[in-house]
């Protein structure tokens, strides 16, 4: 487990910050009140393998103790770089973003099970939008009681949204809850 270097330093920002907007200073800057040390940390991002982890300071000096070969995972795994260089965000990440995000989409009850299929948002099933969404902003997908479902890509502004059909689609699908389902085959 080692830090990130500058890029891909740049490519988890770049991320986090399509979603999260300037709220990202509140994960950067988030105080660590685990483990028995008296002052608390921060948390900090860590590559293993091709996965980075948001991970406690004190969690990471206790770490250095296992051997690379036996460290499986480590804190919360909030995404993971491809073969091609690019990061791409899993859906454990969900409760981070959720907590700082920007944009925000509310799903009417009928729509949360097409969503957590797999399928995109269609704007029939839009219960509530946040204002000033802009196209290919990310926004976090959250049931009408406010539980985090997934998170998208925007496919039309706020204006936009008001103006299509009911059969449009306002929110690509990024990643959902569904998915631990739906790959359980995988493990």
Same mark, same amino acid.
């Given at each position: 487990?080692?830090?990130?270097?500058?890029?891909?330093?740049?490519?988890?920002?770049?991320?986090?910050?399509?979603?999260?907007?300037?709220?990202?200073?509140?994960?950067?800057?988030?105080?660590?009140?685990?483990?028995?040390?008296?002052?608390?940390?921060? *948390?900090?991002?860590?590559? +293993? =393998?091709?996965?980075?982890?948001? /991970?406690?300071? $004190?969690?990471? #000096?206790?770490?250095?103790?296992?051997?690379?070969?036996?460290?499986?995972?480590?804190?919360?795994?909030?995404?993971?770089?491809?073969?091609?260089?690019?990061?791409?965000?899993?859906?454990?990440?969900?409760?981070?973003?959720?907590?700082?995000?920007?944009?925000?989409?509310?799903?009417?009850?009928?729509?949360?099970?097409?969503?957590? *299929?797999?399928?995109?948002? +269609? =704007?029939?099933?839009?219960?509530? /939008?946040?204002? $000033?969404?802009? #196209?290919?902003?990310?926004?976090?997908?959250?049931?009408?009681?406010?539980?985090?479902?997934?998170?998208?890509?925007?496919?039309?502004?706020?204006?936009?949204?008001?103006?299509?059909?009911?059969?449009?689609?306002?929110?690509?699908?990024?990643?959902?809850?569904?998915?631990?389902?739906?790959?359980?085959?995988?493990?």
């Amino acid at each position: 487990m080692r830090p990130l270097d500058e890029k891909e330093m740049g490519e988890v920002f770049k991320k986090l910050m399509l979603f999260t907007g300037n709220n990202l200073k509140n994960i950067i800057e988030n105080p660590s009140h685990e483990g028995p040390d008296p002052n608390p940390g921060r *948390y900090c991002f860590r590559l +293993l =393998k091709n996965k980075v982890f948001y /991970i406690s300071e $004190s969690l990471v #000096r206790r770490a250095t103790n296992i051997g690379r070969k036996n460290l499986v995972s480590l804190g919360t795994c909030i995404g993971k770089f491809t073969h091609g260089g690019g990061f791409r965000l899993t859906v454990q990440s969900l409760n981070l973003l959720a907590a700082n995000a920007k944009h925000k989409v509310w799903l009417k009850p009928t729509s949360e099970m097409s969503f957590l *299929y797999g399928n995109h948002v +269609l =704007k029939g099933g839009l219960g509530k /939008i946040t204002d $000033s969404i802009n #196209r290919n902003d990310g926004v976090v997908v959250f049931s009408m009681s406010d539980v985090p479902l997934g998170f998208g890509t925007a496919a039309r502004s706020t204006q936009e949204c008001r103006k299509c059909d009911p059969n449009g689609i306002v929110v690509h699908h990024y990643a959902d809850i569904g998915e631990y389902l739906r790959d359980e085959d995988d493990l």
